[in-house]
């Protein structure tokens, strides 16, 4: 079961940024479902589309595909479309399996006496 990666960024501009990446089975797909960022100088986590986005009536007239878009547009503008990108490369890497290796199992020897 995959849950979600969390990428830790820091902006040019001193921001922290905090990118969580989710793998949608669906569309067989890497997406960014949250963002958060902490400005420079400051200690609290701000999270993007949170209350005060949801709680706004067009908001919720719009469709699940308009929210999404909304959604991705404020972390664009929060972050950076590259940053974005770098996050999700980040993920996929993290995600990739590791290479078996022979001395980590110590299999030099007969199991043919166990299948």
């Not at 100088?41 to 999270?47: A, T």
Request: glycine share 6%; aromatic share 10%; charged share 30%.
């Amino acid at each position: 079961m995959f849950h979600h990666i969390t990428i830790n960024k820091v902006l040019t501009n001193g921001t922290k940024a905090e990118i969580r990446v989710e793998y949608e089975e669906r569309n067989s797909q890497f997406k960014i479902k949250g963002v958060g960022i902490i400005p420079k100088g400051k200690r609290k986590m701000q999270y993007i589309g949170d209350n005060r986005m949801t709680d706004n009536y067009s908001y919720r007239c719009l469709s699940t595909e308009d929210r999404e878009k909304v959604e991705f547009k404020s972390y664009v503008e929060a972050v950076g479309i590259n940053v974005l990108n770098e996050a999700l490369n980040e993920a996929w890497e993290k995600s990739k399996p590791k290479p078996i290796d022979n001395s980590i199992f110590d299999i030099d020897f007969d199991v043919s006496n166990f299948i």
